[in-house]
């Protein structure tokens, strides 16, 4: 623990200590501990957590393999010392990825186990044993004897999610404000919601596992439930883990975009919401509204292959450093090649500089033929490089900007897209954070121009 602040190596300890208290009355002599029950519940937990830490790896924060409906399942079925006992197994040998390591896991299990001893104390205190038919008293899991007793099991385990889910957000709050300062009730209002849901889901499965545990059938058909549920519950996992890495990719493609092009930081990431904003009036679905997102924020990223010295070149750009800059869309369509979760978004980047009467460019489209992702990303580029402040120009008001896009609307940009655009604006607005500074350095005085000069976005200077 060594380079942990003092403050936060007392919560681990006062944890700690707290958990042996509550798991010593289980090894006490004379104690009626169901150890039967307890050493294949604390079994179990182990095996989630080796199979987890070989097939993945997983949340530094809640083990490699952690399958919490198990914990729920202990607090139904046994004795609130042998619940904290069960709860804390699996969790010693659970894999941590960030140091201290030792301090980490000693926590975690802690946690775990005060939290699993309040949820099976309430369960207790709310009459829980009775309603799950067997043997009707605490400990007594296994025994055969009549069915649970539905809905009434449902408030003893609805109490004991909600007493898990007070105790791990109350010793979260703690080990936050000690370790990293932040404030105590704050983390509380931000983790709880958090958690409750998940927990409550858990404690359904969990019932339905004890009541099936404490029927004449036996623990054997519980188990057999657990598999297709551990392997759904790894699953997912394995998805939020894929989609976190599919986010992580295209932060650091954009990051990369706003490190090089320091005229257009920002305009990705806003590009990406102007499009979902079009594509929802457009009534698309929310798997197609995610790839659009994508679509805007990484329509830029050919510039990468483009040289520094044309990106922030301060005047016009000559005719040899203008085709260069039209390669962008090829560079980026290869760059986001090999990715596959893009999908239609690598059309978009290939073609967002196509017109709709053919003049633009890469390959001089036109009309239908032009990627629908491609046209929706147009419209949104050109808002935000008109409504955005940058060194050499002064923002358009959106107003005007709006009456820009539908004068080239049915030349330029696909009117479909320019009437949604409007029509979500008018719905939800246009923040003013959205229309910040986006170059680097403080703005240059902008020169004024000759009324009537045509001030679109060219080519060489639009997102």
């Known amino acids: 623990m060594r380079g942990t602040p003092?403050?936060?190596?007392?919560?681990?300890?006062?944890?700690?200590?707290?958990?042996?208290?509550?798991?010593?009355?289980?090894?006490?002599?004379?104690?009626?501990?169901?150890?039967?029950?307890?050493?294949?519940?604390?079994?179990?937990?182990?095996?989630?957590?080796?199979?987890?830490?070989?097939?993945?790896?997983?949340?530094?924060?809640?083990?490699?393999?952690?399958?919490?409906?198990?914990?729920?399942?202990?607090?139904?079925?046994?004795?609130?010392?042998?619940?904290?006992?069960?709860?804390?197994?699996?969790?010693?040998?659970?894999?941590?990825?960030?140091?201290?390591?030792?301090?980490?896991?000693?926590?975690?299990?802690?946690?775990?186990?005060?939290?699993?001893?309040?949820?099976?104390?309430?369960?207790?205190?709310?009459?829980?044993?009775?309603?799950?038919?067997?043997?009707?008293?605490?400990?007594?899991?296994?025994?055969?004897?009549?069915?649970?007793?539905?809905?009434?099991?449902?408030?003893?385990?609805?109490?004991?999610?909600?007493?898990?889910?007070l105790v791990l957000t109350a010793l979260d709050g703690f080990i936050l404000a000690a370790a990293e300062r932040r404030p105590i009730a704050r983390s509380w209002r931000t983790l709880l919601p958090r958690a409750l849901g998940p927990h409550l889901v858990h404690a359904l499965v969990g019932l339905m596992m004890a009541a099936l545990w404490r029927s004449s059938y036996g623990p054997v058909p519980a188990l057999f439930v657990l598999l297709p549920m551990y392997l759904s519950s790894w699953v997912f996992a394995q998805y939020h883990r894929e989609d976190a890495a599919h986010r992580a990719t295209i932060r650091a493609l954009v990051h990369a975009v706003d490190i090089k092009d320091a005229y257009t930081r920002g305009h990705s990431e806003r590009v990406g919401r102007a499009s979902v904003l079009i594509g929802r009036e457009l009534g698309m679905d929310e798997g197609r509204l995610e790839g659009l997102r994508f679509a805007g924020i990484l329509h830029d990223i050919g510039k990468l292959g483009v040289p520094t010295r044309v990106l922030r070149k301060d005047g016009p750009l000559t005719p040899e450093e203008r085709r260069v800059m039209e390669l962008?869309?090829?560079?980026?369509?290869?760059?986001?090649?090999?990715?596959?979760?893009?999908?239609?978004?690598?059309?978009?980047?290939?073609?967002?500089?196509?017109?709709?009467?053919?003049?633009?460019?890469?390959?001089?489209?036109?009309?239908?033929?032009?990627?629908?992702?491609?046209?929706?990303?147009?419209v949104a580029d050109a808002f935000d490089a008109m409504t955005s402040t940058r060194s050499y120009r002064r923002a358009r008001p959106v107003p005007a900007a709006l009456a820009e896009l539908k004068r080239c609307a049915g030349s330029q940009f696909d009117p479909v897209m320019v009437r949604a655009l409007d029509r979500g604006l008018e719905r939800h607005g246009w923040s003013a954070a959205d229309t910040a500074v986006t170059a680097d350095e403080p703005s240059a005085p902008v020169p004024r121009t000759r009324a009537g000069t045509d001030a679109r976005p060219s080519p060489e200077r639009s997102g």
């Not at 307890?38 to 079994?43: D, F, N, Q, R, V």
């Not at 893009?342 to 073609?351: F, K, P, T």
């Open 6 to 165: 003092a403050a936060a190596r007392l919560c681990v300890l006062s944890a700690a200590t707290g958990a042996a208290a509550c798991v010593i009355p289980a090894c006490a002599p004379g104690a009626r501990t169901p150890w039967g029950t307890l050493g294949l519940l604390a079994a179990l937990s182990i095996a989630c957590e080796l199979a987890g830490r070989r097939l993945a790896g997983g949340s530094p924060r809640t083990g490699a393999g952690s399958f919490l409906p198990l914990l729920p399942v202990a607090a139904f079925l046994l004795p609130p010392s042998a619940a904290a006992l069960a709860a804390a197994a699996g969790s010693l040998i659970g894999r941590v990825e960030q140091p201290p390591v030792a301090a980490r896991r000693i926590w975690r299990a802690a946690q775990l186990a005060l939290a699993c001893c309040a949820a099976s104390w309430t369960h207790a205190l709310l009459g829980g044993p009775a309603t799950l038919g067997g043997a009707g008293v605490p400990g007594g899991a296994g025994a055969p004897g009549p069915a649970a007793d539905f809905p009434y099991a449902l408030l003893p385990a609805a109490g004991a999610a909600l007493a898990f889910s």
């Open 328 to 378: 962008h869309p090829e560079y980026g369509h290869e760059i986001v090649r090999g990715i596959g979760f893009l999908d239609e978004a690598r059309a978009a980047i290939l073609h967002h500089h196509e017109r709709l009467d053919g003049t633009g460019y890469p390959y001089g489209l036109s009309g239908g033929a032009i990627p629908e992702f491609a046209r929706v990303v147009a």
